[in-house]
């Protein structure tokens, strides 16, 4: 990863971005519990998920558009 210059990932960062992923696709949240395994779906919604608006929607929009884009990749 140093050679690489990636940034370590831990499995708790990974449990956060699934968790914040299916709220960024509109998903409804009993089925990040269930993918995440919660028993309670407080777990999943105070901890896992992290609030993501429009403007990230959008954001994100425009840059898989950037990165779908024949002359870049």
């Known amino acids: 990863?140093?050679?690489?210059?990636?940034?370590?990932?831990t499995v708790r960062l990974a449990r956060h971005t699934c968790g914040t992923?299916?709220?960024?696709?509109?998903?409804?949240?009993?089925?990040?519990q269930a993918i995440l395994r919660h028993s309670q779906i407080s777990m999943t919604m105070d901890v896992y998920t992290h609030v993501v608006g429009d403007s990230e929607r959008e954001a994100v929009g425009m840059l898989a558009e950037?990165?779908?884009d024949p002359l870049i990749g």
């Not at 992923?21 to 990040?32: N, Y």
């Open 1 to 9: 990863m140093k050679r690489a210059g990636v940034r370590r990932i």
């Open 66 to 68: 950037l990165l779908e």
């Open 21 to 32: 992923l299916p709220a960024f696709l509109k998903v409804h949240p009993k089925v990040a």
